[in-house]
């Protein structure tokens, strides 16, 4: 299951860069950084738990290498979120008209969050300089797969950390017990991270971003070892997604009211119009958010109410 998800960062990176040799013009697709920045975001929460299966030492390396390239799409989001977040408050005519001379005089920001993640990919790096002889493919071991030597033109900076989760977890007998072990480990320790999470004081947005995080790896977890628990992990990932976007809504709009009130280049009077459209809109988020919480909590519980780490036979 992790070698799909491989290879779906692989493709979506490959759509970015191509996309962004259309034209010396052209700016990179945005569909096609959204979904590479959503597929290295599957992968990233799935290698919490494949470390303890994998080996903690040998997979390091990969998640610190993917690091950088999580960040540069992060800071896309924030801009864009950003956008969006302020677009969409209700002001009276003369603080949106400030507003939106802000947010244009901030679209240079989010082109070169977009030029940077493409610069990124795009660094050649004809060795792989975070592969090891450990990590090198044993004699017959047929594990190993083509994207292990991809053609030095077509060798993205992100190749070296994939060819090395490659090798690492195509092996015979790493693949034949690191599928259910995984899901075993990644369900159970997601869960249990949320429930860890939930009594947090809403007003406190770090601890809700936190929360926001847990929710998306349990998501994450259940849509990909749905095969395994069927309808729990069907039901789970909804349950999961639903809190993942009422606490991303309220993280944006944390995130916008720092900006606010750091944004001395905007008129008094407009800027705190602004933070207080942006403050009860962060009040009527949290009081959702906490509502909704109470339910899906219970509905997660009563999904797996004994271990998730067993897995049902047959």
Do not use: N
Not at 2 to 20: G, M, N, Q, W, Y
Not at 136 to 156: C, I, M
């Amino acid at each position: 299951m992790l070698l799909s998800h491989i290879e779906r960062v692989r493709a979506d990176a490959r759509r970015v860069v191509a996309a962004s040799e259309q034209g010396e013009s052209a700016e990179p697709d945005a569909e096609a950084v959204h979904d590479f920045r959503v597929s290295l975001r599957r992968l990233r929460t799935l290698l919490k738990p494949a470390r303890r299966i994998y080996g903690r030492r040998r997979l390091r390396p990969v998640a610190e290498g993917l690091r950088e390239f999580a960040r540069a799409t992060g800071a896309l989001r924030d801009e864009e979120v950003l956008r969006e977040t302020l677009t969409a408050l209700e002001l009276d005519e003369a603080a949106r008209a400030a507003v939106a001379g802000w947010v244009a005089q901030r679209a240079r920001l989010e082109r070169e969050a977009r030029a940077h993640i493409v610069e990124l990919l795009r660094q050649d790096r004809p060795h792989d300089a975070g592969a090891t002889q450990a990590d090198a493919p044993a004699a017959g071991d047929t594990g190993a797969t083509q994207a292990d030597a991809p053609a030095a033109g077509e060798r993205l900076r992100l190749e070296p950390h994939l060819a090395r989760l490659d090798r690492r977890i195509s092996r015979r007998k790493a693949r034949k017990r690191g599928a259910e072990a995984l899901a075993r480990r990644a369900i159970g320790d997601a869960l249990d991270d949320v429930c860890a999470l939930a009594a947090s004081d809403p007003g406190d947005g770090a601890a809700m971003h936190a929360l926001r995080i847990r929710f998306k790896r349990l998501r994450y977890s259940a849509e990909t070892f749905s095969p395994l628990f069927g309808e729990r992990a069907e039901r789970t990932a909804k349950s999961a997604s639903r809190m993942q976007r009422r606490l991303g809504q309220l993280h944006d709009a944390d995130e916008a009211l720092a900006q606010m009130r750091s944004a001395e280049e905007l008129a008094p009077d407009a800027r705190a119009a602004v933070i207080e459209a942006l403050v009860a809109e962060r009040a009527r988020l949290a009081h959702k958010a906490t509502e909704e919480l109470a339910r899906e909590l219970e509905t997660l519980t009563s999904l797996w109410s004994g271990d998730p780490r067993a897995l049902p036979s047959g």
